[in-house]
């Protein structure tokens, strides 16, 4: 099969390259899927499960992507809840080959059913950025409807789920951002915008929830703006500063059948729309993933037309 493979985690995705590898065999409570469209997160070729196993050996050349939408080919031994030719999307493992290919084996229950009236495309931009934003608003931040929500990077994948569902359950939603992302957070649902580079942040007022998909400074700032009894969300690794009050959470995220049934759903009658920025083939990867201007949303690479 035709499969991106990384090489050299110093050289980041400038190593990435179209190379032929082996079919995956579907071992026990696994599925083959035929991949449709895959999504890929720049920050991967950070993680050290890109590049060795559990057990801390060295696995390359490695097969990045974790996000998926395709069709089942296979069944492992023992496995059930899904059939040969379901069309399916989900989170794959950290540890184990990725999307970023024709063929996937991944664990049945990282997957979930993929309505027919979702496009491939739509399915494979929702695993990662549609769980993070449910996870952390909902198991980690227990958002309650009236709450105040500052969501960092509103215009980004992760940040205009976080607004949308915020929204849903009935919390205000203030977002941030460069100033060129003001149009995109207020047209996902965000009731202000704070412009990190113009913008007093302080200027905000308490909140109940920080999301911060940014760290750094920011995050110190934000911790101070959480009331007591809030939560300080993070998906970048622990902040620096910590709520005095309140929660400090930082977490990663989990593929779950259930949530990603309530996401797909959610798509399909309307009330959340995923944030694509750009779609490339397989061959462009290399390209698309070293873009010469910025891109505000999700890069999708389209596997199958």
């Known amino acids: 099969m035709k499969a991106i493979i990384a090489t050299d985690q110093a050289a980041g995705t400038a190593a990435m390259k179209l190379s032929e590898r082996p079919e995956p065999a579907a071992a026990i409570n696994d599925v083959v899927v035929r991949i449709h469209a895959s999504g890929f997160v720049g920050t991967e070729l950070a993680w050290p499960s890109t590049w060795t196993d559990r057990g801390d050996r060295d696995r390359t050349p490695s097969i990045p992507g974790h996000e998926l939408a395709g069709v089942v080919t296979a069944l492992g031994y023992g496995t059930t809840g899904l059939s040969v030719g379901q069309r399916v999307f989900g989170l794959a493992d950290w540890y184990r080959d990725g999307t970023l290919a024709d063929y996937v084996a991944i664990e049945a229950r990282n997957l979930a ?28 931040g227990r958002l309650q409807a009236g709450q105040r929500v500052l969501a960092h990077g509103a215009a980004g994948a992760v940040g205009t789920m976080v607004t949308q569902l915020a929204r849903e359950t009935g919390a205000y939603v203030i977002g941030t951002g460069r100033a060129a992302d003001r149009e995109k957070a207020l047209d996902f649902g965000a009731q202000e915008f704070v412009d990190l580079d113009n913008d007093r942040l302080e200027d905000v007022g308490e909140v109940d929830l920080v999301f911060d998909v940014i760290g750094g400074d920011i995050g110190k700032r934000s911790a101070g703006l959480v009331r007591a009894g809030g939560t300080l969300v ?14 400090a959470v930082d977490f990663v995220v989990e593929s779950d059948r259930a949530q990603l049934n309530e996401i797909v759903q959610r798509v ?3 009330r ?4 694509i920025g750009k779609i490339a083939t397989l061959d462009e990867v290399v390209a698309a993933f070293n873009p010469t201007e910025r891109i505000s949303g999700k890069t999708i690479i389209q596997v199958r037309p």
């Open 234 to 247: 993070s998906i970048v690794g622990p902040s620096e500063a910590r709520p005095d009050n309140g929660l």
């Open 113 to 140: 059913p993929l309505p027919g009236d979702v496009d491939f495309t739509v399915g494979a931009s929702l695993p990662i950025s549609g769980l993070t934003a449910w996870q952390g608003l909902f198991q980690h």
């Open 268 to 270: 399909r009658d309307g």
């Open 272 to 275: 959340l729309r995923t944030n």
